[in-house]
């Protein structure tokens, strides 16, 4: 069975300034991705980046940077620059590979981002 | 279109009734799933479809759930005799082959409500 867990119900940040939310993760799977989603007030589930278990570099998407340490099982989602249009709730998930992909989701983090 | 797209993005009804909700994933895309958000689960797969294969159902909750996919494209789930506690967003994802095959997109979801 996988789990994820978001230990961060809330985080606040300053506008400009870098935020990181934490994600850690349980599986016996050897290959596996991880997922960061950013789900705004308006519901809509938007996905923000990914990576591979087998990855060796650390996944980036403009702004957006996933710290993925195998060791520690962890895939911290950093987010550079905050801007307002930032505040919103994220979630981490995983998926094994191979099979159907399903996603099995942590519970989230609401972020806000204050001028 | 250019996302997914799902149907209704409100439905209210009342407890014993049986509702259909629709999703148009993205053109080309084989693999779609369904996946329920709800305030004291969090987020839950539901079911996935992959081209022709016999769908995983793994997540459904009870019988009274049930969903089909027509042609490959559109997808319907169907909950029979609606209980509140059914009342939940229902969100439907799709993914496509190429180099971001494991990348799931989200709708915007079909926020049930069972009174």
């Known amino acids: 069975a996988q789990k994820i867990t978001q230990t961060q119900p809330g985080m606040f940040v300053q506008e400009k300034e870098a935020v990181t939310l934490d994600c850690t993760y349980d599986t016996s799977d050897q290959s596996y991705g991880l997922f960061w989603y950013k789900q705004p007030s308006s519901g809509e589930m938007i996905f923000l980046i990914y990576q591979g278990s087998y990855d060796e570099q650390n996944a980036t998407e403009g702004r957006y940077s996933l710290n993925f340490q195998k060791a520690r099982k962890s895939a911290n989602l950093v987010i550079s620059a905050s801007q307002l249009g930032d505040s919103a709730m994220y979630f981490c998930a995983m998926a094994k590979r191979g099979s159907n992909y399903k996603l099995t989701f942590g519970k989230g983090t609401l972020l806000t981002v204050n001028p | 279109g250019a996302g997914v797209s799902q149907s209704p993005s409100n439905k209210v009804t009342e407890k014993g009734k049986d509702v259909e909700l629709r999703c148009d994933p993205i053109?080309?895309?084989?693999?779609l799933y369904w996946y329920r958000q709800s305030l004291g689960q969090g987020l839950e797969f539901l079911i996935y479809f992959q081209g022709n294969s016999a769908p995983d159902k793994s997540g459904l909750p009870s019988d009274r759930f049930s969903a089909e996919r027509t042609g490959g494209s559109v997808s319907t789930l169907t909950i029979q005799r609606t209980q509140q506690e059914d009342s939940a967003v229902y969100l439907c994802?799709?993914?496509?082959?190429?180099?971001?095959?494991?990348?799931?997109?989200f709708g915007a979801g079909t926020r049930l409500s069972v009174l």
């Open positions: 053109s080309g895309h084989t693999a």
């Open positions: 994802a799709s993914s496509g082959g190429g180099r971001a095959k494991n990348i799931q997109y």
